[in-house]
């Protein structure tokens, strides 16, 4: 079993970066995807951005993409998301997702392990 642990959330002006880090304990974190995925207050969760098992290869949300990079250092047992360019609406807890399978997903349904959400709240 994998346990992700997130960290690096906050306050930050728009236009300004945070970056989210995401630790796993287990061994199966290097074979697996993540994901990181995003909720709003009021509104459902949305996917952000996904990475493969090698790191190889990353999808993003048409809402953030070439704004945020995904990636991940095996060796650590870490993922990132770096976020430039913030807006207001980019404020949400941000939740970090494995999945056991090394393809990466946007679907939160097809994750198998989830963290408990890290909050980033951008002020316009």
């Known amino acids: 079993q994998v346990q992700l642990v997130e960290s690096g959330g906050g306050l930050v002006q728009a236009g300004g970066s945070l970056r989210l880090s995401c630790a796993a304990s287990?061994?199966?974190?290097?074979?697996?995807?993540m994901g990181w995925f995003r909720q709003a207050p009021g509104k459902e969760r949305e996917f952000v951005a996904t990475?493969?098992?090698?790191?190889?290869?990353?999808y993003y949300a048409d809402s953030v993409k070439g704004r945020f990079t995904i990636s991940r250092d095996n060796a650590k047992s870490t993922v990132y998301l770096q976020m430039n360019s913030l807006k207001p609406e980019d404020t949400a807890v941000y939740y970090c997702?494995?999945?056991?399978?090394?393809?990466?997903?946007?679907?939160?349904?097809?994750?198998?392990?989830w963290g408990q959400g890290t909050q980033v709240t951008v002020s316009s």
């Open positions: 287990g061994r199966t974190f290097s074979s697996g995807a």
């Open positions: 997702a494995g999945r056991t399978s090394g393809a990466y997903s946007t679907l939160f349904r097809q994750y198998d392990y």
């Open positions: 990475i493969n098992w090698s790191g190889g290869s990353t």
